[in-house]
């Protein structure tokens, strides 16, 4: 695809909150316009108390129901949704998508987040054996302290087969790492509703968009080879991705139906790209990075990136080149 550069972009976030994703956005791009739009009037106004304080000017936050948003917002070059799909009634769900659809311009890229099967099927039971343990509790505040108070009582228990324990305590151990209001949004809310990707795909293209890809690029490879055996249905290859990881949560990238992408990704392509990467120098000259995988610093490409050594670790930058 060729989409609008971020310099120069107008960009919607439906759920925006009090404008904590796109303010740092605005005052980093100030070529760019930005649009914020929740159904939260407090947080509205105290995004855009920030907002004046810092003075900017190409960023507004409006209040105001999503399935409202019509052609007066204008056209957007990137629209963003991160925590909304999962979390709304089913008619909200359609209005997300037939609003991106709407609003994006042609060559335009929607980002929206979602919690996926199969990986969230354990949370799931987490999350209604809490709700059935605080059915009755209406404070906030009451809810997420009995939600909390349960799933120890439930580790403490000890009452799992042992194959189940590993899997259970890493599960609990990650709901009561989370704050309390990601906990009260996402596992205590009244909706909660995840999908299989391939679930999710064919919603989107009931609204005219396709998948593009996955904002978390690296979730898009198979390193292994394990998928070798499939066809190339580029839906079916990520849900079977999803399969062999177990993913929980999606960040799905959407373009509109018909847009020509390549995904024949060559050299060329890469030049086009900026890159980090975490990696030490071993004492036979090789680079080891994430998982072991090591290369020679005399390839050229490498000796062509910039380096900058920190102890034992370098981090390693650049624009890759097949010049």
């Not at 987490?126 to 580790?155: A, K, N, S, T, W």
């Amino acid at each position: 695809m060729e989409p609008a550069p971020v310099t120069n972009c107008r960009l919607l976030e439906i759920g925006s909150g009090d404008g904590s994703n796109l303010i740092p956005m605005a005052y980093a791009l100030p070529g760019s316009r930005f649009l914020g739009i929740d159904l939260a009037p407090g947080a509205v106004e105290s995004g855009r108390a920030a907002i004046e304080t810092l003075g900017l000017t190409n960023i507004r936050l409006e209040a105001g129901d999503l399935r409202e948003i019509g052609e007066e917002a204008g056209e957007f070059d990137y629209i963003v949704a991160h925590g909304v799909y999962s979390w709304v009634p089913a008619e909200v769900r359609d209005a997300l998508l037939r609003v991106s659809r709407e609003r994006l311009a042609r060559n335009g890229i929607a980002f929206v987040s979602y919690n996926a099967y199969p990986g969230r099927h354990i949370r799931q039971m987490l999350r209604e054996m809490m709700l059935y343990h605080i059915r009755g509790v209406e404070d906030p505040g009451e809810r997420i302290g009995e939600g909390r108070r349960f799933l120890e009582r439930v580790r403490q228990g000890r009452m799992l087969a042992r194959e189940w324990r590993e899997l259970m305590d890493s599960e609990i151990e990650h709901v009561l790492n989370c704050r309390d209001g990601g906990l009260y949004h996402d596992d205590l809310a009244a909706i909660n509703h995840p999908v299989y990707f391939r679930e999710f795909a064919e919603h989107a293209a009931r609204h005219g968009l396709a998948y593009l890809g996955d904002a978390s690029v690296h979730e898009m490879f198979d390193p292994r080879g394990a998928l070798g055996w499939l066809a190339g249905d580029v839906l079916e290859r990520e849900q079977y991705l999803d399969f062999l990881r177990l993913r929980r949560f999606r960040q799905t990238l959407l373009c509109h139906e018909g847009v020509v992408l390549d995904r024949n990704v060559t050299p060329e392509h890469l030049e086009r790209f900026r890159f980090s990467a975490p990696a030490r120098v071993l004492e036979d000259g090789l680079i080891e990075g994430l998982h072991g995988v090591r290369i020679t610093a005399v390839h050229q490409a490498v000796n062509r990136v910039n380096w900058s050594p920190t102890r034992e670790t370098a981090k390693i930058y650049g624009r890759f080149s097949t010049a």
